[in-house]
């Protein structure tokens, strides 16, 4: 019964800063939630408190197999609703759709729910990312294309859902909501990301040495999964290393 209080659609003023719409992205999270599977709740747009408890079993190019839950009349209720809201866990991550023209099938010769794939993920995690300060004796840069040249900005703090720049650069224009197109990020022994960044904070600081610079704050717009998963596994082996340290 935990799970089923868990699992329950969250509404937010703005969604749009959690919202996955990069189909590389979507495949990634809905064939991640299919690979255990998890646990997923559908839920009846004419009535929020009718749900079927249910699980991703494959994912295609154009579909989605849901199982199909056990009580009859509920999956009936469930079919003929206009718009199904999907809702699943994920380490610690809580995802949420839409699906629209749930029809019955069958799937491995057992009655299932097929949907088209979303065109939209909503992505929230309830704590904070965990923000990594980059270690001054391997530094990140952030390369951001300008013409046929690309300017180098240094990275103070690097996260899943994006990054902390520091410096002036005289091209590239720092200010809040400004989109910065194909930034490149590589990461030593892991590979190079590549995402688009938007610039959500940017204030002056003083350093230690007096030096007066700019830090602005960066969320990632649409770093695809494979980024995701290179990134995190930059952020623990820099605390591994650290742990050793201690």
């Not at 990632?220 to 591994?240: A, D, K, M, P, V």
């Amino acid at each position: 019964m935990a799970e089923k209080q868990l699992l329950t659609p969250i509404q937010l003023k703005d969604p749009t800063p959690y919202l996955v719409s990069d189909p590389n992205q979507i495949d990634f999270t809905l064939k991640s939630l299919a690979r255990k599977p998890e646990l997923v709740c559908l839920y009846s747009d004419k009535h929020r408190q009718l749900f079927v408890l249910s699980a991703i079993l494959d994912v295609n190019l154009e579909n989605l197999i849901f199982d199909y839950g056990p009580d009859s009349e509920l999956n009936q209720q469930i079919v003929t609703s206009n718009k199904i809201c999907c809702v699943s866990h994920l380490n610690s991550v809580h995802y949420q759709f839409e699906l629209t023209n749930l029809q019955q099938v069958e799937f491995n010769n057992q009655p299932a729910f097929q949907s088209a794939i979303p065109s939209q993920i909503l992505r929230l995690q309830r704590r904070d990312y965990y923000r990594l300060s980059v270690p001054l004796s391997t530094p990140l840069s952030c390369l951001i294309p300008i013409g046929n040249e690309q300017a180098e900005i240094s990275i103070a703090d690097i996260s899943l859902g994006g990054v902390g720049l520091l410096g002036y650069f005289p091209d590239i224009s720092l200010e809040v909501g400004n989109t910065l197109k194909n930034c490149r990020i590589e990461l030593p022994q892991m590979g190079v990301i590549t995402a688009d960044i938007e610039v959500c904070t940017s204030n002056e600081q003083i350093l230690r040495n007096g030096i007066r610079t700019l830090r602005s704050g960066c969320r990632f717009l649409n770093l695809s999964g494979t980024g995701q998963t290179l990134l995190q596994r930059y952020i623990n082996q820099i605390e591994r290393k650290r742990l050793t340290l201690e």
